[in-house]
């Protein structure tokens, strides 16, 4: 197997964007001038300086980096818990960590699992196929010397961090004999399954969490009860997954409710990309705790496990649904999105929810259409090994007792259910028939006021006609009285008139007073009727407050059961959370302090270094120039320096001299202006003497010649200096010269 046969295994390409985003891939804030763009040497994002404040050793592909690189809050935070969790869990390669619980969801353990391996041994050594035996440790070899080049950024660095306890000379040769162990003895006793680098991908990951016993019957178990024959490297039958799409998209609908207009971009991404997630488990497409996340959660599932796998991956999705609609058919952005940016924590939430929800009939779908394979190749495993056969058997009692409780539940529930679908039914007629009283209560005493007042008023009809009558009675009695004033009737006539008129008048108060009374007393009724009505209105009340009470209290009891089954685990884990957050809180600020101190020192540093890198290169450059100078003529330049030092003490002395001279010059040339304004103060004095012409002449004379004389000195002193000037700067130049080559 040559070396440049192409190695892959299905990875996800990251870009690099450093200087080609406008925005802090963290922060979102603007990069400027003072908001510096750097570049996180781990997953690579563009990052300000608040987002990657911190410097670490990274992994590369060639090993450890020398030096400090800066890396990016996430990938520290990531980083740092990746760490925590191989400390806590005591992670090392080659020894049971994990193993253990997920062996027990395929009806094994430890102990038996070192005794099926012994036996796989001793029946691949029986294998008379050596041939392929050879072109797997071939192609093991080329694998595991540049695994480091294939697998991402987090998961190397939980391969480095497992790998601690081995001599990092002895480690490739360690993995490679695990893997060897592992994987090529299944790959010989079934030969059905076929050589895959993912096969060994997936055999290296599960040597990080379990002994090499625990190992093999893990990797067994993926490929006999959790990934379909279909799906084996050696298939020659091209499989379409048209139902593990279906499947995936049906949890998406049903169980996280994405949006069915979503639906055409994310089953363009499954078509994509769901067979190499479903070949690697997973393991290479995510950071470290999101891909154990996905592996354990499907090696507990037992052989419910493809599964959880494809249920995973719809919450993946769903995860990632705002990116993918984003990049809408550019799946390699949203795979990107996916490494980098998915946690644990956001998986197990939406883990709950897809628990609850019913995929039993997407299971019905998927099982039947698989059913067939299975049979086929627990038939070949099991003449092979007795250890396939009896795990079935047990798992499936696993599962039943599982199913038997799931249902019990769920019965259990139903019931609650239903009690309070009853109560609220109960509380809903009771509400109806107390307002049904209260509306016959207000219709009957409505009835009955209007009966009354109907009877009143007619009561009221015949008073006042009364009333009338006798007003009338009485007007004809004042005129009668009127009249027999006038006629002077006799009184006892007025007596028995007026008599007849008061006992109408008493007659009418009377029946006042009675209608009077009636009205009081109906009044009085009705008020009763009122209160009578009133303890009705509170046993209802009570009854309500009862059965809300009652209500309460199942619903609650429903929660509790609802908490019980993840309740213990999630508080553990909360705790455990909880105790890291404080820690990591508590470093953070410490770390913050220091490393604020430490990046102002480690600036200074830089600059100085910097400074002194450019003064040492300088002064290298010279001394090597004046070595070359030095080297290249040799005794004749030395010679040669010499005459040219002794030509420029000469040159100096001369320049001395001429200086000397200029100075002396530069003195008679003085003196000659003294000398000059002494003859014109004297000639100006001669002027005036204007009565001696002679004088005059003479003195004029004896100027002019004078000044003749003088003039023809101040020129040839004149001429000597320039020339001297011209000689000194020919001179300096000489020796500038000189000096050059001196150095
Ligand atoms: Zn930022
Ligand atoms: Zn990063």
Redesign the pocket.
Known sequence: MSKSQPIFIYGITIKDDRGKLKNCQLCGVKFTMSVKEHQ??????A?CDKC?PNKAIVQKADGVSKKAHR??????DESDSLKRFLEQYKISFNKDSFSQQWLQSFGTDITKAKNDFFNALDDAKLCKDTNAYDIFKAKLEVVINDIDGFVNYSIKEFIVNALKNVEPQRQKEVVKTSILKVAGTLLLLYPQIGYSHEIVLITYFLLCFASEASAYILLTAIYAHILPSQLYPKSNTKYDLVNEYAIVVGVLKDALQVDLNDMTVIKSFLQQKLKNYLLTLGINLFLFETTFFIISSVLTSGSNGYMDLMAQMAILCSLSNQELQKNKFNHEETELFML?QLRTNQLSVLQKQIQNCDFESYKKVYITSRSDSIQVDNLILSTRQSMIKPDIQKVSEINQKLQDQVDRRDQEMKKLNYEIIQLKDKIKQLQKENSALLNQQQNNDAELYKVKLHELRIDNSVLKSQIEKLNNEISKYKLQIEEDSKSKVTKPKTETIDSDYENDLEEISQFKLKYEQQIRNLKKQAEEKKQQNQPNQIQIDEMKENYENKIKLLQKQIFQLQQQNNNTDEVRDLKIQNQQLSMKLEKMKDEKNKSELIQQKNDEIDLLTELNEELTKENQRLSKQCRDLKSQSGASSAQQIKVLEEENKLLESKIEQYNQIIKELATNIEKVKVEKQKQLEFSDLKIKQKDDLEDVKQVAEIRTVQNQILKGLLKENQTQLSELIIAITQMRQILEKSKLLKL
Not at 71 to 76: H, V
């Open positions: 996180c040497k781990r997953c690579k994002r990052v990657a890396l990016c809050n996430f990938c520290k980098r």
